[in-house]
């Protein structure tokens, strides 16, 4: 499978995922149809059709599914998340050769689906390249409250813990205050 188109699928799982932020006062960056309209279109994704707020609210569910991936915790129960999205994708899986003449295998959407099913079978096939190409253990949320943020741990000792330095310094400096309250 083209790995590039995977990790673009995978980032939009998790972009999709981080766009409700609790550790803001406003959490929702998806409030209207026009914002799902505008992430879409940052990630390369073109709706046929006009976005509603049904759409909108399929996608919240959506959200919701994909960030249980993430806080699993057992493979197996992320794995079923995800069979459970695949279970009526009808994605057809295609043998393709590339410029080198070797062969891929590509999944192919179908072109006559709802935007919010495209966005849930692409960033399903993202999430399950990760768990798959990483292991569960590299999917994280955020260790740093009460940021939630989805990650990929992609450290060389599969340690991060953080999704930014901007929490990592924050949790670091409130342990430091803390310790220091106590002496």
């Known amino acids: 499978m083209n790995r590039g188109l995977q990790e673009k699928r995978l980032q939009l799982a998790e972009d999709l995922v981080n766009s409700y932020d609790t550790f803001l006062a406003e959490p929702e960056h998806l409030p209207i149809p026009e914002d799902l309209h505008s992430f ?4 390369g994704i073109r709706p046929e059709q006009p976005i509603g707020q049904s759409e909108l609210e399929e996608i919240y569910r959506l959200r919701s599914k994909l ?8 493979e197996e129960h992320a794995a079923q998340i995800l069979n459970e999205l695949f279970a009526h994708s009808q994605v057809t899986p295609r043998l393709a050769a590339g410029p080198d003449h070797k062969y891929s295998l590509e999944l192919m959407l179908p072109t006559d689906i709802s935007i919010q099913r495209r966005v849930e079978i692409e960033a399903a ?5 990760g768990l798959s190409h990483y292991g569960k253990e590299r999917l994280r949320i955020c260790a740093a409250a009460p940021c939630r943020d989805a990650f990929l741990d992609t450290s060389r000792n599969r340690s991060r813990r953080f999704c930014s330095e901007r929490c990592a310094n924050r949790y670091n400096v409130a342990a430091f205050r803390a310790r220091h309250v106590e002496e």
């Open 125 to 129: 096939l993202g999430l399950s390249f």
């Open 40 to 43: 879409l279109l940052e990630r």
């Open 67 to 74: 960030r249980a991936v993430y806080e699993a915790v057992a």
